[in-house]
């Protein structure tokens, strides 16, 4: 499973930093991040919300261009590790360069040059993130700030944050903004905000092809059936739902039964050492309480690779290193 060639579409960059990381770099900068952080040394939250604060405490570490650089030769390194060849990373303005479009230029081309230095071995895009409860005025900021730099390493747009927060066309400026640099679209929706959120979001958001998570659509069958005929694809975080508790646990995950059903779903890790999991930990999983066999990973992984934010040029790479 380590070994099998991956391709991963949600991966947060900031949630990618391992606690010994973030505390490293907590140490250096003489800055009390302790109280985020269990007495075995991983990341302690009781719950999303408690996991939202913990998240953003860490990226109070990360406060240089180096830091960035480092975090992200880090983080393609243990994806690597795990097969992964191909990996799109949310980043956000917010967190890094403090949404100051030139402060965010600098940062990026930190991120992007350690991320050149990894290919051909493995390949990242970034996806721009905007957070959903900075609220819809900040969004609009965030959106400018990936129109603005919008090229071969920034290919997509998406807003991740806590979903309960207003609705999605609170957003749709920022939608609009991003569809209209011509960047990818995707928005993280049916994790906690049930089928109507998942609903609400294709009808608010026009022209967005991925949802993140969006496993809550199973219980809306027709809605699963839009999904398919829409040819949107989910980008599923099943480590990331059970840690989370928005399944109780992996055999009650729907993810089988969505696949069954004709809906596109690809498989990624979310924020994997919040989670404690890697590619070939979901992977392993999948195999074993669903049975998945080569022929369902090579569909997941088509699915992935038909979705991704990246050019033809690039997918015909990849699609070589799936063979
Ligand atoms: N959901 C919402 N916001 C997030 C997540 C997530 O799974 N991961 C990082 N930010
Ligand atoms: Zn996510």
Redesign the pocket.
């Known amino acids: 499973m380590k070994n099998r060639p991956k391709l991963e579409l949600h991966l947060?960059l900031e949630?990618a930093a391992s606690p010994a990381f973030i505390k490293g770099l907590a140490a250096e900068k003489k800055l009390d991040i302790s109280g985020i952080f269990d007495e075995r040394g991983n990341y302690a939250y009781a719950d999303?919300a408690g996991?939202?604060d913990v998240?953003e405490a860490a990226t109070q570490a990360l406060k240089t261009h180096e830091d960035y650089a480092r975090l992200t030769t880090a983080v393609l390194q243990d994806c690597a590790e795990h097969g992964v060849v191909y990996a799109e990373t949310?980043l956000s303005p917010d967190f890094c360069g403090g949404r100051d479009v030139g402060a965010w230029r600098e940062y990026l081309a930190a991120i992007q040059e350690a991320a050149a230095a990894m290919e051909p071995h493995i390949t990242l895009r970034g996806c721009v993130t905007a957070i959903r409860h900075f609220g819809p005025e900040k969004s609009r900021e965030t959106a400018i700030c990936a129109a603005e730099t919008v090229g071969d390493f920034i290919t997509g747009f998406g807003i991740?944050?806590?979903?309960t927060v207003g609705a999605p066309r609170d957003f749709a400026w920022a939608f609009d903004c991003a569809r209209e640099a011509g960047l990818g679209l995707t928005a993280?929706a049916g994790?906690w905000g049930g089928a109507a959120m998942v609903r609400d979001t294709l009808d608010q958001l026009p022209g967005i092809s991925r949802i993140?998570?969006g496993v809550q659509a199973i219980t809306d069958l027709a809605l699963c059936d839009r999904l398919i005929e829409n040819d949107i694809t989910l980008e599923v975080?099943p480590g990331?739902n059970v840690a989370?508790g928005v399944v109780p646990n992996w055999a009650s995950h729907p993810i089988e039964k969505l696949r069954a059903r004709g809906v596109k779903v690809t498989v990624s890790t979310?924020?994997p050492p919040f989670f404690h999991t890697t590619m070939t930990n979901e992977y392993g999983r999948l195999a074993h309480h669903f049975g998945w066999d080569d022929e369902i990973f090579r569909e997941v992984e088509q699915n992935a690779l038909e979705a991704a934010f990246c050019s033809a040029e690039t997918r015909a790479i990849i699609a070589k290193r799936l063979q």
Do not use: P
């Open positions: 947060h949630g999303f996991f939202l998240y949310f991740a944050g806590a979903e993280h994790e993140g998570h975080c990331s989370l979310d924020d």
